[in-house]
């Protein structure tokens, strides 16, 4: 069955520390691969995605993912969070030609000033 | 393009009152989607619509309904609401398949008491 797994549930880091969320992914075919922000009070919004070519993906915000088939993961980066960074962070699966997207259960990250 | 639209953005029910979320948007999207966020649930795909007239079930479709009749719009029913229900409601829309960029609305948070 396609599964996606977060495996930090609450992060919390203070400003300028390095990032590394982790998502691992279920599956043996093509994949496409999300990450998704859900800032305080906002609504989701897409952080960057990964479709095919450059394992390493850039996206808004200065964070980054890699994309490492061999090891069904899709971790986020970033080398220096801000207070901004604050958020839930969701990840996701397109699993071949499925209709619907497999979500992670979320990580939480609490920056502090 | 105000993008995803949802109303109400806050209700509360009684058990086993009905009502209607409305979502609806102005992107000229195929697909449209309705899920559930609970906390540390991660997101759950309630239903699903790839057009106008043509709905399929998500994840967790029990005690809902929906209907597509327009493009734009996308109202997801509750009949007779039960505790299990309180949750914030998400409506989204993406131009084509699930895996492309899902654009989401602001919610709704469902409190039955």
């Known amino acids: 069955a396609q599964s996606v797994s977060q495996h930090n549930h609450h992060v919390i880091l203070s400003e300028a520390a390095s990032l590394e969320l982790g998502c691992n992914y279920s599956y043996g075919g093509t994949v496409n691969l999300f990450w998704y922000v859900q800032y305080p009070g906002q609504h989701l919004q897409l952080l960057l995605k990964?479709?095919?070519?450059d394992p390493l993906v850039k996206g808004i915000k200065g964070f980054e993912a890699e994309f490492i088939k061999s090891k069904f993961s899709f971790n986020l980066r970033k080398p220096s969070v801000q207070w901004s960074d604050t958020a839930e962070y969701f990840c996701?699966?397109?699993?071949?030609?499925?209709?619907?997207?497999?979500w992670g259960l979320g990580t939480s990250l609490a920056v502090n000033p | 393009n105000a993008g995803v639209t949802q109303t109400p953005k806050f209700r509360i029910l009684k058990i086993g009152q009905s009502m209607t979320l409305q979502c609806a948007q102005d992107m000229n999207h195929n697909y449209m989607y309705w899920y559930r966020q609970d906390p540390g649930m991660g997101l759950k795909l309630i239903y699903y619509s790839v057009g106008a007239g043509i709905t399929d079930k998500g994840e967790v479709p029990n005690g809902y309904n929906v209907s597509r009749s327009t493009t734009e719009d996308f109202p997801l029913r509750l009949e007779l609401a039960a505790p299990s229900q309180t949750s914030v409601y998400f409506c989204?829309?993406?131009?084509?398949?699930?895996?492309?960029?899902?654009?989401f609305g602001p919610g709704t948070r469902l409190l039955v008491l």
């Open positions: 990964y479709f095919s070519g």
């Open positions: 996701a699966l397109g699993a071949g030609n499925n209709r619907k997207l497999i």
């Open positions: 989204a829309s993406s131009y084509g398949t699930s895996q492309e960029t899902q654009y």
